[in-house]
Nanobody, 126 residues
Framework: QVQLVESGGGSVQAGESLRLSCVVS????????MAWFRQVLGTQREGVAV???????LYADYAKGRFTISQDNAKNTLYLQMNSLKPEDTAMYYC????????????????????WGQGTQVTVSS
């Protein structure tokens, strides 16, 4: 099972940017699906953005136009660039991995992912 380690979270002001990183413990061969989720304490984890090996991507409506998911296979790293951050973006952000291609109708749902990182906290103040 792959190990995932997130970093890049922090405390910023509204309107600022952050880039989250998620390092994967192995160079994965074959199809895969990777995603960013976020969770506010006491609420359900929600999907933010998804990407597959071919760089196809999918975003939650609130992320479109502000967030960009990308990957660097040479570095085994997944990224989430977050611009124009809002206080409501405050959450713990997690990366997730599935060792097969994305089922796009389910890709923003946490149930299909088998591996998770420990999370990185993002706090946006007004």
């Amino acid at each position: 099972q792959v190990q995932l380690v997130e970093s890049g979270g922090g405390s910023v002001q509204a309107g600022e940017s952050l880039r989250l990183s998620c390092v994967v413990s192995e160079n994965v061969s074959g199809p895969y699906c990777m995603a960013w989720f976020r969770q506010v304490l006491g609420t359900q984890r929600e999907g933010v953005a998804v990407i597959d090996r071919a760089d196809n991507s999918l975003y939650a409506d609130y992320a479109k136009g502000r967030f960009t998911i990308s990957q660097d296979n040479a570095k085994n790293t997944l990224y989430l660039q977050m611009n124009s951050l809002k206080p409501e973006d405050t959450a713990m952000y997690y990366c997730a991995f599935l060792r097969r291609g994305c089922t796009w109708s389910l890709a923003l749902h946490q149930a299909q992912y088998g591996s998770w990182g420990q999370g990185t906290q993002v706090t946006v103040s007004s």
